[in-house]
């Protein structure tokens, strides 16, 4: 399965902080969550390039900023055709564990076109999903800069399963930053 990690964000609600480098725990969000994907994945993280604890391949979105369509365009250009699954996910989800892409990645049934985590709420998180990936490419709209995530990706036939502990909590605000600080301690 490839991954694909969405680090490219503007972090505007937590006040203008690239999040792939917020320390949690003394490590950067973007390590943390690159030890969640197992090592024979092929990665691609769409982002500004820096330093990381493995091998990656680098992809930006065109414009840089464009938004998460856009940003999952540019990372799916650099999976492979023929690549059966692309794990989905933000560099701002913590909580995701190998095991949060186990259990989406057995959920994930033949009619399906993808899988992704709810929040207690029963929303989807989109960006913590594994999908089929022609289907995720076939389901991108022709412009993808400012194209809404949430509409591009439901138009597919989605599976949701509930997140465990706190796999759908991401770092957003500063709030969010204090509360996953304070968990890691």
Avoid: C, F, Y
Wanted: no cysteine.
């Amino acid at each position: 399965m490839d991954v694909i990690v969405l680090a490219g964000g503007a972090g505007s609600r937590l006040g203008g902080r690239d999040k792939a480098a917020v320390l949690l725990a003394g490590r950067p969000l973007l390590d943390r969550l690159l030890d969640a994907v197992p090592a024979d994945s092929r990665v691609v993280v769409v982002g500004p390039v820096r330093e990381v604890p493995r091998p990656v391949v680098w992809a930006r979105e065109d414009p840089p900023g464009g938004g998460p369509v856009a940003a999952l365009a540019a990372g799916l250009a650099d999976v492979p055709e023929g690549s059966g699954l692309v794990a989905v996910l933000a560099v701002d989800q913590p909580g995701v564990t190998s095991a949060t892409l186990v259990r989406l990645r057995a959920a994930l049934t033949a009619d399906a076109d993808g899988v992704v985590l709810t929040d207690a709420d029963d929303r989807p998180q989109w960006l913590v999903g594994v999908w089929r990936t022609e289907r995720l490419r076939a389901a991108l709209p022709l412009r993808t800069e400012g194209a809404a995530l949430g509409r591009t990706l439901a138009a597919l036939s989605v599976l949701r399963i509930p997140a465990e502990n706190a796999e759908a909590h991401d770092v957003d605000t500063p709030e969010d930053l204090v509360r996953w600080r304070a968990r890691a301690e």
